[in-house]
T-cell receptor
Framework: EAGVVQSPRYKIIEKKQPVAFWCNPI?????LYWYRQNLGQGPELLIR????????DSQLPKDRFSAERLKGVDSTLKIQPAELGDSAVYLC??????????????FGSGTQLSVL | DAKTTQPPSMDCAEGRAANLPCNHS???????VYWYRQIHSQGPQYIIH???NNETNEMASLIITEDRKSSTLILPHATLRDTAVYYC????????????FGKGTLLTVNP
């Protein structure tokens, strides 16, 4: 079974430039998450999708961050414009089902973003 | 969600049991205890979770105290590949649920 696939693996951009991350969850997984992980910290939830609906985006900085999950499968996370403080690892995760009974998440390897 | 407290780091000899503690003294009745780990340059990996009873799977055992205020993750025979950051997370069973990761415990397994 293929795991959660993220691309690119690394991205280096200059500040004020746009950047996008792509995630392909495990087939059949209804719930998809985007997390951000700063160096030395645990992952922080940005947004959670149940199918194509964003059900928790309270932690997403909406002035510069946007996300979409068309057709309830793949997802993209965009930052425009990027700032120096956005340098972090962006992790995508998915799990089967949408009920609150089991938070067994499967994570991708992440995209490491460096903003210069 | 209840807050957890974990030691920042621990060491363990290869082949010995690794016992990772977690305090969650403010846990409420419907909150689950989850453990994840993160090997360097990888995303977190689910290990195990429980509510009240002790749990065991192919990766580890989870021991939850009777008052549920603390738990211990046990890796019975640690290997070098178990070197990772281990996260203990308490998650509500309600509708507004999410996993909130702290800084975790860096477990270093030494040869």
């Amino acid at each position: 079974e293929a795991g959660v696939v993220q691309s690119p693996r690394y991205k280096i951009i200059e500040k004020k430039q746009p950047v996008a991350f792509w995630c392909n969850p495990i087939s059949g997984h209804n719930t998809l998450y985007w997390y951000r992980q700063n160096l030395g910290q645990g992952p922080e939830l940005l947004i959670r999708y149940e199918n194509e609906e964003a059900v928790d985006d309270s932690q997403l900085p909406k002035d510069r961050f946007s996300a979409e999950r068309l057709k309830g499968v793949d997802s993209t996370l965009k930052i425009q414009p990027a700032e120096l403080g956005d340098s972090a690892v962006y992790l995508c995760a998915s799990r089967i089902g949408t009920a609150a009974t089991n938070e067994k998440l499967f994570f991708g390897s992440g995209t490491q973003l460096s903003v210069l | 969600d209840a807050k957890t407290t974990q030691p920042p780091s621990m060491d363990c000899a290869e082949g010995r049991a690794a016992n990772l503690p977690c305090n969650h003294s403010t846990i409420s009745g419907n909150e689950y205890v989850y453990w994840y780990r993160q090997i360097h340059s990888q995303g977190p990996q689910y290990i195990i979770h429980g509510l009240k009873n002790n749990e065991t799977n192919e990766m580890a055992s989870l021991i939850i105290t009777e008052d549920r205020k603390s738990s211990t993750l046990i890796l019975p025979h640690a290997t070098l590949r178990d070197t990772a950051v281990y996260y203990c997370i308490v998650r509500s069973g309600g509708s507004n649920y999410k996993l909130t990761f702290g800084k975790g415990t860096l477990l270093t397994v030494n040869p």
